[in-house]
């Protein structure tokens, strides 16, 4: 594993609290350990916790009841307050975007409709840099774990999916709510229009993307004749952005992709459609699992030791722990989803956007999720 990995991380707290996050983290770890022994883990379960705990790029998103959320009024990027980047380094120097974190939009308390079923929002951003906080969700991602009939399943949100966004007049894109208001108005956005009960949330930027990759070794992905020539063009563009001299890719099939290789191939869009482009991204993310699933207990855990700063969450160490492992256990049982579906949307010029028939397609997707009747 990367040993700079820790050098590389940033602290998305404040440098004021640091004897009180001190304590702070010393009584989890104990607590950690006790619940560890009760549980029967052993020492290998406490060790794993310790390791990762304080390490990953934990971010206290503020919650609130429904009846206590207030709405603002906005119709466009003019009238919204956007925040500053907050980077430790630029991404030539390994730094990463920060998740962006509007305190006027908290996440709306959910409760969790089925307590077998867990659904998590893994997104990634569209950032050219390490200052572009503010820009659009670019991947949108739900994982579900049902252990019910111990199945994981992928949801992909289309970007371009018409949506009511809170505070907006008029239906706008989903990709919009995350550059409006940050992640909590867009688990807002997703949860009001699709009926989810999303609380926790993954953000990685695509450099973070590429170095995870890079940790495992590449992933193998079968890559089209067509895909060729615009994975290369991504490619390129990340060697200009990032200093990079990373190999363009020379053939088809089904190959061995570094990390800059891999999203840019997932990233592909004028070869055919964002429906295939969100294919891609499931693939690249089940590959990515299914080549850590392939290592040890030791080597997971050192893994997430040393991505732990390349991503953040509002998921505590325990949590990232637990659900991680959960997956793990049902990646031989995966099932894919596309919202909105194939016949349930309709294309709107000016501007383009996909326009959903609400009844069916949420009929449909909570029969995918929860197996609704």
């Known amino acids: 594993m990367n040993s700079n990995a820790k050098d590389k991380r940033f602290d998305p707290g404040t ?40 390490a990953v790029g934990f971010v206290n998103t503020p919650f609130v009841s429904k009846d206590q959320y207030e709405t603002i009024e906005f119709d466009n990027l003019d009238n919204v307050d956007l925040n500053d980047g ?3 380094s630029s991404w030539a120097e390994g730094g990463h975007t920060r998740v962006y974190v509007n305190p006027k939009y908290p996440i709306k ?18 950032s050219r840099g390490t200052n572009d906080v503010t820009c659009r969700a670019d991947a949108i991602l739900i994982v579900s774990i049902d252990h019910r009939s111990d199945t994981l399943k992928m949801i992909s949100l289309m970007r371009d999916t018409g949506v009511k966004i809170e505070g907006k007049s008029s239906t706008d894109k989903l990709t919009h709510s995350y550059a ?14 699709f009926g989810l009960d999303i609380q926790r949330f993954v953000m990685l930027d695509f450099g973070s993307s590429a170095d995870v ?34 190999p363009l890719l020379t053939h088809e099939g089904t190959q061995l992709l570094n990390g800059i290789q891999a999203t840019s191939w997932a990233r592909i869009r004028s070869l055919d459609s964002d429906y295939v482009r969100s294919g891609r991204q499931r693939t690249l993310a089940l590959a990515l699992m299914k080549k850590v699933a392939s290592y040890g207990k030791v080597d997971q855990a ?11 969450t509002n998921m505590t160490a325990m949590d990232i722990m637990r659900v991680a492992l959960d997956a793990m256990d049902v990646l031989d049982n995966v099932k894919e989803y596309r919202a909105p579906a194939d016949g349930m949307f309709r294309v709107q010029d000016n501007p383009w956007m996909m326009i959903v028939d609400w009844d069916t397609q949420l009929a449909d997707l909570h029969r995918f999720i929860w197996e609704e009747a």
Do not use: H, W
């Not at 079923?117 to 569209?126: A, R, T």
């Not at 409006?180 to 229009?193: A, E, P, S």
């Not at 070794?217 to 200093?243: C, D, H, P, S």
């Not at 050192?302 to 953040?312: P, T």
């Open 15 to 54: 440098q004021n609290n640091k004897p009180q996050k001190s304590k702070v983290r010393i009584v989890i770890r104990v607590l950690c350990f006790i619940l560890c022994a009760v549980l029967g883990l052993g020492l290998g379960a406490f060790i794993y916790v310790y390791r990762i705990m304080g």
């Open 86 to 88: 907050d980077v430790a």
């Open 109 to 126: 308390k959910v409760a969790q409709k089925d307590s077998k079923v867990e659904n998590i929002l893994v997104f990634g951003i569209d």
């Open 180 to 193: 409006y208001g940050g992640v909590g108005l867009l688990i807002n956005t997703i949860n009001d229009n």
């Open 213 to 246: 990759i890079d940790m495992v070794g590449g992933i193998e992905i079968n890559v089209t004749a067509g895909e060729v020539k615009y994975a290369n063009q991504g490619i390129l563009e990340e060697n200009i952005l990032l200093g990079k001299d990373c």
């Open 302 to 312: 050192a893994l997430l030791e040393d991505s732990a700063g390349m991503f953040e």
